[in-house]
């Protein structure tokens, strides 16, 4: 084997267990970062813990047609959510003018945060689909004690994550 071949094959087997080690499954605390939102403002995971439910959704790109269903279906529920006292989350890895234009030109009332790098994705575990080249789709149901308590991963079922989300922030005290 060639020196490529074998570093190819090192590399993967690093991301594939670097991938497995962190990633967040149901039971897991949500791991605490800080990100820039729409605004420019610091969103602090450790400000809003333990104050809220939280629905964090991951999602490919900003303004792309299945993005774009799945942030204004989450608008349109959004006072269900706000009644269940959660509070939602979108992370891309776009900028923050690229999310404060994709909120304001959607009328977005809730945080879109930029995770350049993708750091906060691979955190997660989000994992990627058609062979690595379009990150994932995954929403992360989180109580207000910090646990995550479901996850639901659909690159196309965009409309399912807001009800998935919603029908369990229903079944939490």
Partial sequence: MNLTIISFLFFSTFYTINQTMNKVVVGSSV???SLLDQH???FD???VM??????IFFYPQDDSPGCTKEACYFRDQFEIFREADAMIIGISGQSVESHRKFAEKYHLSYTLLSDAGN?????FGVPTNLFGMLPGRVSYVVDKTGKVVFIFNSQLNVTRHVEEALAILKKLP
Avoid at 119 to 123: A, E, P
């Fill in 40 to 42: 420019g403002g610091v």
């Fill in 31 to 33: 791991p605490e970062f």
């Fill in 119 to 123: 750091h906060i994705r691979h955190l």
């Fill in 45 to 47: 995971m450790n400000v």
């Fill in 50 to 55: 333990g104050k809220k439910n939280l629905v």
